[in-house]
Every structure is written in C-alpha cells, then in structure tokens.
C-alpha cells in the first residue's frame, strides 16, 4: 500500500489475554519501529528492525511484551496476559532506513478492561 | 533526567504572531534531529529535519545548536492551521529515536 497499515485500528480485550497488534510498512522500508503513545505524551521507544533482525528491544516495558518480524516486512507486536496499563495507542513508522525520517501508521487504539 | 524534553505549553498566541520552541537532549552523540507535527488524535508527520547549518521551509525555520544540545523551531506569520503539537524528535544513536512529549501551540483569530 501506500502508507503504512495497522490493525486492528481497535482492540478492546478482557485483562489476561494476548494479543497481537500488526503492522504492514511502507513498501521497500528497510526499519520498522513500534512505540507506544499515552495521552498527552509523545510516542515512546519500544523496539525496532532493520530487514528481519531486532536491532533494539530496549523499549520494551517488560517480557509480556514481544515483535517479531520474520520475512523483513509485516511486524507482530504481541502483549501476553494483558493488563490494564497496558492500554494506549499503539504505533508503527517505517522508514527508508537509519536516521531517516519516519513515516507513521494510524495506530491501534489497545483497551484493556 | 529525560533524554528529550521540551516545554509543554500550551503556546497560545494570535494568527500571525511569531513563536518559537526549544527542545534539549542528553547525548552528545545524537546524529539526526527532526521536528513532528501531531494533530490531535492522528499520527505524528514529519514537519522538517534539523540540519546543523540550520534550515528552512516556508515559514518554519529550524536549527541545531550542538555545544547547548538544542534544536529549535520558529514559526512566522501563524495561521490557524498551524495549531497542533510540536514533537521534537533524536535520532539518539544506533537509531533509538527518541520523542519529546511535544509542545502544544494553539493560535487564535
């Protein structure tokens, strides 16, 4: 596409499950970066790929919280046994490559009741 | 201390005012500097990069003062479309990016 695609745009889920967030970049963009965003806040680091390779997790809150992205393309951001502070928007940016600029999804707006 | 910080505001000046934000970092070793528009509930958009001669675009002007660990953005002439939160944004090394919290500006009639 276009742009850069996430979904669910919406995701609303009792505490204790999982769930998978997805993100599709921009055609050709080489890193791919996920954050998350309170209200009120800027988007914070969570982790980020070059091609297929992790290249920083640092961000990451805790070990509930996993990506992967297997063929260089399509990311998973998966949060294990959700908890209510877990809620927030979620974003991906794709870019060309290191010290690019960003090019960001519409984020998913994650919900844990 | 935070890696990024900017003054939050809110700015609230008149339509055609000129206004100008500041943004600090931490690490010396930071290699690229942006600034980010966000409007409200939609995604952040790249408004400039900051070059270290300084650059301009339009009305915005940016610049990068490296002894200090400053970036700043001067906006002339403000229009009503130019309200939105300002992110201050450092590539801060081996391509952790960082945000500001954002500065928000809000311009009256």
């Known amino acids: 596409g276009a742009g850069v695609s996430q979904s669910p745009r919406y995701k609303v889920t009792k505490r204790g499950q999982d769930v998978a967030l997805r993100c599709d970049p921009i055609?050709?963009?080489?890193?791919l970066y996920w954050y998350r965003q309170a209200l009120g806040q800027g988007p914070e680091f969570l982790t980020y790929?070059?091609?297929?390779?992790?290249?920083?997790k640092s961000g990451l809150p805790n070990d509930r919280f996993s990506a992967e992205r297997p063929e260089g393309s399509i990311s998973t951001l998966t949060i294990q046994r959700t908890e209510q502070r877990d809620s927030a928007m979620y974003r991906c940016?794709?870019?060309?490559?290191?010290?690019?600029?960003?090019?960001f999804g519409d984020g998913t707006r994650l919900s844990i009741l | 201390r935070k890696e990024v910080e900017q003054d939050p505001g809110p700015f609230n000046v008149p339509e055609g005012a000129t206004v100008a934000f500041n943004c600090t970092y931490s690490n010396s070793a930071s290699q690229s500097f942006f600034w980010y528009r966000q409007d409200c509930r939609k995604e952040p958009k790249l408004l400039m990069s900051v070059y270290s001669s300084g650059n301009e675009d339009g009305r915005f002007t940016a610049q990068l003062n490296r002894a200090s660990q400053y970036i700043s953005l001067l906006i002339r002439d403000s229009k009503l479309s130019d309200s939105a939160t300002y992110l201050c944004v450092v590539d801060s090394s081996a391509s952790k990016i960082i945000f500001g919290s954002g500065t928000r500006l809000s311009i009256r009639p």
């Open positions: 055609s050709g963009h080489v890193s």
């Open positions: 940016a794709s870019t060309l490559g290191p010290n690019q600029p960003q090019h």
């Open positions: 790929f070059n091609y297929e390779a992790q290249q920083d």
